[in-house]
């Protein structure tokens, strides 16, 4: 099962609004709508951001919203600030009924 | 407040076992609403989903194909913790290792990480 592709980075300043893509397949990404989204701050485990492409679990900011098209699924960050500087991870189950997880995104805030 | 506490040796031997537990508070093993998951995270590897169990009317077991000759994982509704064993292991099995619980629409989204172990395969 190959991992779901992810940009290295993005940036963006204070306020803005980001998006992170996460590109899979009919048998992952596209199949289900079963994507998820993970923040990783340096020395820490993952927190879950957004599960099932859209739904915000308690304690998650609501400036953290999930989308899907096709095989590609986004996470939005808007109204950026500093402390949302991490490591961003997107998974998805798949038809092997196995998860995956994406390479993973560097999020710099200017 | 759910919580999950890992435990298990940081080193393994080359060829040998490695063998981890999640011990669970505050919510059940045995649930019909979750799953409980082994992650492993490496520089060269990044984050790698390696197994899971739950239990819906009995238990089921789902793979990695990469480690599915290896590994296997297990409930134990007694202690209420999960394990995990790798076997044969190589260097390239050097990682940081979490459990965490799957929960939401199918138990597909991981909403409670243990605090990780470091484990390094090194003679």
């Keep these: ?110 | 407040q759910v919580q999950l506490l890992q435990s298990g040796p940081g080193l393994v031997k080359p060829s040998q076992t490695l063998s981890l537990t999640c011990a669970i508070s505050g919510d059940s093993v045995s649930s019909n609403s979750a799953a409980w998951n082994w992650i492993r995270q490496s520089p060269s590897r990044g984050l790698e989903w390696l197994a899971r169990t739950y239990y819906r009317s009995k238990w089921y077991n789902d793979y990695a194909l990469s480690v599915k000759s290896r590994i296997t994982i297990n409930p134990d509704t007694s202690k209420n913790q999960f394990s995990l064993q790798l076997n044969s292991v190589t260097p390239e099995d050097t990682a940081v290792y979490y459990c965490a619980r799957g929960k939401g629409i199918a138990a597909h989204s991981m909403d409670v990480w243990g605090q990780g172990t470091t484990v390094t395969v090194s003679s």
């Design chain 1, 1 to 110: 099962q190959s991992a779901l592709t992810q940009p290295a980075s993005v940036s963006g300043s204070p306020g803005q609004s980001i998006t992170i893509s996460c590109t899979g397949t009919s048998r992952d990404v596209g199949g289900y709508n079963y994507v998820s989204w993970y923040q990783q701050l340096p020395g820490k485990a993952p927190k879950l951001m957004i599960s099932d492409v859209s739904n915000r679990p308690s304690g998650a900011s609501n400036r953290f919203s999930g989308s899907k098209s096709g095989n590609t699924a986004s996470l939005t960050i808007s109204g950026l600030q500093a402390d949302d500087e991490a490591d961003y991870y997107c998974s998805s189950y798949t038809s092997s009924a196995t998860l995956v997880f994406g390479g993973g995104t560097k999020l710099t805030v200017l």
